[in-house]
C-alpha cells in the first residue's frame, strides 16, 4: 500500500512537472534590447540650435551598464498590467549597444491572446488608466564619468516579438554656462519654463568645467547647484520628459530660470520665436553670465531693446550693433543702402545713385580721389551726413571700417548658420562667448544680376576703395556653405547692401 502511493505521488509529480514547466515557458519573455538608433550626438541633423560647435558637445548616447533594470507592463484588453519584478539586463555587448532581459507575463495576462508589451528604464513609470506614465524620479543612481549620461527610454512590442528597440523619451537640452564675470559664481538650473504637457522642470546634471562627473540631481532641479569659477564654464544636461499619451508635443516658449549667487534670473522670452523642441530630440544652448545679465548667446540680446551694443572683447574695443539697420531684431534683414546714400529705395541703378552724375559711374561727384573717375575730393571715408547708420540710428553709430571687419574677422569664430529658419553668419568672440549674427541678407533684384535673398550677405563698410575702379567700395560678402565664404571685397557702390553698426559713442 505504501509503495503503491509512493508510486502514485511519483506518477503524480512526473505527470505534474512538464505542465508546470510549460506554463513557466509560456509566461516568460526573452528580449533582445537595443539602444536607441538615433544616438542623440551633435552631429545629428536638427540638434543644435544655435551653431554652438559639435566638436566638445556632449554625446547623448548612451550605454547598457550592469544593473540595469527594466520596467515591464502588459497591456490586454484595455488594461494594463506590470510584471512583479524588475528586469534586470544580462549579456552586455562589449559597446553596451545591445543586451537581453526576460521576465514573465503578470499573472492575469492569458498567454494566448493577444497583448502589447511596454518596457521603461532610466526613469520611473506607472499605470495610469490604460496608458503607462513616466515619472520624473530617474532610475540610475549615477552616470559613469567620461561616457555618457542616463537616459529615459522605453519600447513598445507585440506578442511574439523577441526584439526591444527602445527609443528616446525625453527632449535633452544641453546648455553650457560661461562665467565671463570677475568673480566665481554659483549657479543653480531652474530649468525651462515651458509650457504643458511638457513637464516644467525635469533632472538636471551640472557639470562644472564641462566635464562628466557632477551630480545628478532627481526631480527637482532647483536644488542642483555648482560653483563656476570666473573665466569658467559649466555644462547642464536636462531633460524633459513629455505625457507620453500625447505623441509629438513639442517644447515652445522656453525661457531660461537661474540662480546665480542666490538671486532668480529670468531670461527674455526671445526664445519664443525658436523651433520647438521635440522629444528625442537634443538642443545645444550657451549661455552666459556677465555679472550682471544671463544671455543666451544664440538670443545675442538681454532684452527686446534693440539695437544693443555687443562687446565681443575685439583688440580695439570697437563694439557692434546687435541687428542690421532698418531691422528690429538681430535676426531680421533691415534695409538696403547704396554706399554714401542714407535712404532705401525700390531699385538700386546707377541711374538712380546719389553721386553718379547722370548715372556715369566715371563722372564721381563725392568720394572720388581720380580724376578720370569724376570731381577729386580725396575724401576716401563716408562723412557722417551720408552714414547710415549716423543717419538713421545717431551720432553714437557709425558703417566700420575695413579695419573693424578685419578685426571681426580675425578674432571671432564664425560660420555659416541657420538660425530659426534664418541664414547668415555667426561672429562669436573668441574671449567672452558672446556673437553677433549677420543674417544673409542677400541684395535687391537688379543688384548685379546674381545670386538672392539667403544665399549670402553683402554688409558696406564706410571706406571707398581708393584705387582703381574708384566707383567701389569696401564690404564684407560673404556666401552660404556651398557657395563658399566671408571675405572682405569691393562692389560697386550704387548697388544695395545691408550695414550693421559699430558703436562709436560714449556708454
Ligand atoms: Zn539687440
Redesign the pocket.
Given at each position: 500500500m505504501k509503495k503503491i502511493a509512493s508510486l502514485l505521488l511519483l506518477l503524480l509529480t512526473v505527470a505534474l512537472l512538464p505542465s508546470c514547466e510549460e506554463d513557466i515557458e509560456k509566461r516568460q519573455v526573452i528580449f533582445t534590447a537595443t539602444m536607441p538608433s538615433d544616438d542623440l550626438s551633435s552631429s545629428r541633423p536638427g540638434c543644435i540650435i544655435n551653431g554652438v560647435p559639435a566638436a566638445d558637445a556632449f554625446n547623448l548616447s548612451d550605454q547598457w551598464k550592469t544593473g540595469d533594470k527594466i520596467q515591464i507592463f502588459v497591456r490586454q484588453d484595455g488594461k494594463v498590467y506590470q510584471a512583479e519584478s524588475l528586469s534586470v539586463v544580462s549579456d552586455i555587448s562589449s559597446d553596451g549597444k545591445t543586451c537581453s532581459f526576460e521576465f514573465v507575463l503578470p499573472k492575469s495576462v492569458k498567454p494566448e491572446s493577444d497583448y502589447e508589451i511596454i518596457g521603461v528604464t532610466g526613469v520611473e513609470a506607472q499605470i495610469d488608466g490604460s496608458n503607462v506614465v513616466a515619472l520624473c524620479n530617474l532610475k540610475r543612481e549615477s552616470f559613469d564619468s567620461g561616457k555618457s549620461v542616463v537616459l529615459p527610454m522605453w519600447f513598445t512590442a507585440k506578442k511574439g516579438s523577441s526584439k526591444a528597440n527602445f527609443r528616446h523619451l525625453c527632449a535633452y537640452e544641453i546648455l553650457y554656462v560661461s562665467n565671463v564675470s570677475d568673480a566665481s559664481i554659483t549657479f543653480k538650473h531652474s530649468g525651462f519654463q515651458t509650457q504643458t504637457p511638457w513637464y516644467r522642470y525635469s533632472a538636471s546634471i551640472l557639470l562644472p568645467d564641462g566635464k562628466y562627473g557632477g551630480k545628478e540631481v532627481q526631480g527637482d532641479a532647483e536644488s542642483n547647484e555648482s560653483t563656476i569659477p570666473s573665466g569658467g564654464t559649466g555644462t547642464i544636461v536636462s531633460w524633459y520628459i513629455p505625457n507620453v499619451t500625447v505623441d509629438g508635443v513639442t517644447i515652445n516658449n522656453v525661457r531660461l530660470k537661474a540662480v546665480v549667487n542666490g538671486n532668480a534670473v529670468t531670461t527674455t522670452d526671445a526664445l519664443k520665436s525658436y523651433k520647438t523642441f521635440t522629444y528625442g530630440s537634443a538642443y545645444y544652448m550657451q549661455v552666459t553670465w556677465d555679472g550682471s545679465t544671463l544671455y543666451f548667446s544664440n538670443e545675442?540680446?538681454?532684452?527686446?531693446?534693440?539695437?544693443?551694443i555687443?562687446d565681443l572683447g575685439l583688440p580695439s574695443g570697437t563694439k557692434w550693433?546687435?541687428?542690421n539697420i532698418g531691422a528690429n531684431?538681430?535676426l531680421e534683414n533691415g534695409n538696403y543702402y547704396a554706399w554714401g546714400e542714407t535712404t532705401p529705395k525700390p531699385s538700386y541703378t546707377k541711374s538712380g545713385y546719389k553721386w553718379y552724375i547722370g548715372g556715369d559711374d566715371h563722372n564721381i561727384s563725392k568720394y572720388c580721389s581720380m580724376s578720370s573717375y569724376g570731381t577729386v575730393d580725396n575724401r576716401t571715408e563716408l562723412e557722417p551726413e551720408d552714414d547710415a547708420a549716423y543717419v538713421n540710428w545717431g551720432p553714437e553709430w557709425r558703417m566700420p571700417s575695413g579695419h573693424q571687419f578685419r578685426e571681426l574677422l580675425d578674432n571671432t569664430t564664425s560660420h555659416w548658420t541657420n538660425i530659426n529658419g534664418t541664414e547668415g553668419y555667426i561672429f562669436k568672440s573668441n574671449t567672452n562667448n558672446r556673437a553677433v549674427f549677420f543674417p544673409a541678407a542677400g541684395w535687391p533684384s537688379g543688384n548685379g544680376g546674381y545670386g538672392g535673398e539667403e544665399s549670402g550677405g553683402n554688409y558696406w563698410s564706410r571706406i571707398m576703395f581708393n584705387d582703381e575702379p574708384q566707383n567701389y567700395a569696401v564690404i564684407l560678402g560673404f556666401r552660404n556653405s556651398s557657395m563658399g565664404s566671408l571675405t572682405l571685397a569691393y562692389y560697386s557702390r550704387h548697388h544695395g547692401s545691408s550695414v550693421r553698426a559699430v558703436y562709436v559713442g560714449q556708454e
Open positions: 545675442f540680446c538681454p532684452d527686446s531693446n534693440h539695437p544693443h555687443i550693433a546687435c541687428c531684431v538681430p
